[in-house]
C-alpha cells in the first residue's frame, strides 16, 4: 500500500499550484501592480505629455491595469473553495484517517506539523469564505463596513499563511536532506506506507 493515495497526491499538487498562484496575486498586488505607486506613474509620465489628469482619474487608471490580474485571484479563489471541499473529503478516506489515527504515536515534533496542517486548513477555509463574501457580498446584502472588517481580517491572515508556506517548503528541504530523505519524491510517486 502506497504511504499517500494518488488523489492525495494530486490533491496536494493542485492545492500546492493554486495558494502559490494566490500567494503571487497578492504578490504582484502589493509591489508591481500597486495601484498607489502606478498611479504616481501614469499622473507624472501624463504630465511629461502635457497631459493633465486628477489623482483620482489616474487611481483609476491604475486599477484598470491590474484588474485583469486580479481576477486571476478570485478565480484561483473558487479553486481554493473547491479544493479544500476535496479536502474535507480526503479526511474520510483509508488514508486520510490512517494520518490523524496514529497521532498519538508521533514525536512531538510530527504532532505540532499535523497540527499546523489543521490550522492552516482551517485558515483556507475562512480565507476561502470570506473571499466569496468579499465577491458577492452585495448579495449577501452587506454592509459596507462589514465588507470592510471581512477585508481587514482576510488580509491580515495572508501574513500566517505565507509564513506557513516559507516554513513547509523550508522543512521539506531540510527533512529531505537529513532524516527523511525521499519525503519530496514520496509525495511524487506514493512511497510505501510504514508497516
Not at 490512517?98 to 512531538?108: A, C, G, T, V, W
Not at 466569496?132 to 491580515?156: M, N
Request: net charge positive.
Amino acid at each position: 500500500m502506497k504511504k499517500w493515495s494518488f488523489q492525495f497526491r494530486v490533491w496536494h499538487w493542485v492545492h500546492a499550484t493554486i495558494v502559490l498562484g494566490l500567494i503571487g496575486t497578492v504578490f504582484l498586488r502589493k509591489t508591481f501592480l500597486s495601484w498607489r505607486e502606478n498611479s504616481h506613474i501614469i499622473l507624472q509620465q501624463l504630465h511629461t505629455w502635457n497631459i493633465d489628469i486628477t489623482q483620482e482619474q489616474a487611481k483609476l487608471l491604475a486599477k484598470a491595469i491590474r484588474a485583469p490580474m486580479w481576477e486571476w485571484h478570485i478565480l484561483l479563489g473558487y479553486g481554493l473553495a473547491v479544493v479544500l471541499v476535496w479536502r474535507i473529503a480526503l479526511f474520510f478516506t483509508a488514508s486520510g484517517r490512517r494520518s490523524y489515527q496514529e497521532i498519538k504515536q508521533l514525536s512531538l515534533h510530527k504532532k505540532v506539523v499535523k497540527l499546523s496542517y489543521l490550522l492552516l486548513y482551517a485558515l483556507l477555509l475562512f480565507m476561502s469564505i470570506s473571499g466569496l463574501f468579499l465577491t458577492f457580498g452585495e448579495d449577501f446584502s452587506l454592509s459596507t463596513e462589514k465588507l470592510h472588517a471581512i477585508k481587514e481580517v482576510h488580509e491580515a491572515l495572508f501574513a500566517p499563511i505565507l509564513l506557513f508556506v516559507i516554513a513547509h517548503i523550508a522543512g521539506v528541504v531540510m527533512a529531505e536532506n537529513k532524516n527523511e530523505r525521499g519525503i519530496l519524491s514520496d509525495m511524487i510517486h506514493g512511497g510505501e506506507a510504514s508497516k
